[in-house]
């Protein structure tokens, strides 16, 4: 094992001046190999390569990770359980191209394979705990949350994740494809992939970071999901493209706390396949586009709603009285220019205890509105397969 380390550093090192960038300037790169796996607790660099993630890989200590433009990570199923972790105080650095994104994958392309990408910071979340601070539900136990709203993870461009969503034996922990616990607004998060996953496709735990320029792919059950008071203002071109098996295109929540603040978001595509069920089949009633519930809230816009026509679905779920009579009641929740087509009804109460009543300048619609608007490239494309449908 120590000399596979050596060699690994070695490589690293010369191929540091050499980088992918440089192929535009006809070098011929060829592509390290090597695995990672265990604790990081030093800075250090992965070069233009294919690598094995071995494990679940940590880095801590304040280090920080950067791994070149289209390097290629691969999980093995048969190993065990596999991610990748940044925890507090420390920050990785991946920053691909729309021509050579930066690619989390498995080898046997199965959804729920693996753990995807899980970034830890200490920005403020909101669960009603006196202590501001929670434990994470990915399996590891990790304490998050704190007071730090311009906290730094570091920087993710043109990512992508592929087949995460890993189910943790105790029955009850769960991955996504990119995990956010209480990350910061120094985080930068753009153009990133969540693709054929067995949970959310990106889940937000409270936070301030902002996310630009998403696609949520065939994630089996919802596109985008978040709790804890997240507080991302900054947010806009998200697209999800639900098939097969998905839950909502989007579910809002935060712990029951009643919030002064909410997140916004522009820009929005939500797109279902016919055909697709509920992750838990006819059993589950999780079809709707947009969900609220336990006082989640939100500004919204530009919105482009289509194939959500299961009977019974709407456009947005308004999942209880408390939420509807502090959020929706009260103007802190705003859907503003959204085209819903195949003849989905706008809004709805879940049962029949209460109704929903936006206001009208809270709850606009559209002919013209757009959605997300993202330029198709080697960082949206999987085994041939646009996915910016």
């Avoid at 806009?236 to 579910?251: D, K």
Wanted: glycine share 12%; charged share 20%; hydrophobic share 35%.
């Amino acid at each position: 094992m120590k000399k596979l380390v050596l060699s690994l550093a070695v490589l690293s090192a010369i191929f540091t001046g050499c980088s992918k960038d440089d192929e535009d300037e006809n070098f011929d790169v060829t592509p390290v190999e090597g695995v990672i796996s265990g604790e990081i607790t030093a800075s250090k660099t992965y070069a233009y390569g294919k690598y094995t993630l071995n494990g679940i890989v940590k880095v801590s200590n304040g280090a920080v990770v950067t791994f070149e433009a289209g390097s290629v990570i691969t999980s093995d199923k048969t190993d065990g359980v596999d991610a990748f972790v940044v925890t507090n105080g420390s920050k990785v650095m991946m920053n691909g191209t729309a021509a050579d994104p930066i690619v989390f994958t498995e080898k046997s392309k199965t959804p729920g394979s693996w753990g995807g990408i899980i970034l830890y910071g200490n920005a403020p979340i909101s669960n009603g705990s006196t202590t501001g601070t929670s434990t994470s539900e990915d399996g590891l136990l990790l304490t998050y949350g704190g007071t730090n709203t311009a906290h730094s993870a570091g920087s993710l461009k043109f990512v992508r994740v592929e087949y995460a969503g890993k189910k943790i034996t105790d029955g009850t922990s769960e991955m996504n494809g990119f995990s956010f616990y209480s990350v910061g607004s120094g985080t930068v998060l753009e153009n990133l992939v969540s693709y054929k996953g067995a949970d959310d496709g990106f889940e937000f735990y409270g936070g301030t970071v902002s996310a630009k320029n998403l696609i949520s792919f065939g994630n089996y059950d919802d596109s985008f999901d978040w709790q804890d008071g997240w507080q991302g203002l900054e947010n806009t071109n998200w697209y999800a493209y639900q098939v097969n098996t998905g839950n909502f295109g989007m579910e809002i929540e935060s712990k029951n706390v009643n919030n002064a603040f909410y997140p916004k978001v522009s820009n929005i595509t939500l797109k279902r396949a016919a055909g697709t069920a509920t992750e838990g089949g006819s059993s589950e009633k999780e079809y709707d586009a947009i969900q609220f519930k336990k006082q989640g809230n939100g500004e919204y816009s530009n919105i482009v709603i289509s194939g959500y026509t299961t009977p019974g679905a709407v456009a947005v779920r308004i999942q209880d009285e408390v939420t509807n009579n502090d959020q929706v009641n009260t103007g802190k929740i705003k859907i503003l220019d959204v085209k819903i087509n195949d003849g989905t009804p706008m809004y709805l109460a879940a049962g029949t205890v209460f109704s929903v009543a936006f206001p009208s300048v809270n709850f606009t619609t559209s002919t013209t509105a757009t959605g997300a608007s993202l330029t198709p490239g080697a960082w949206s494309t999987v085994d041939g397969e646009n996915l910016i449908k």
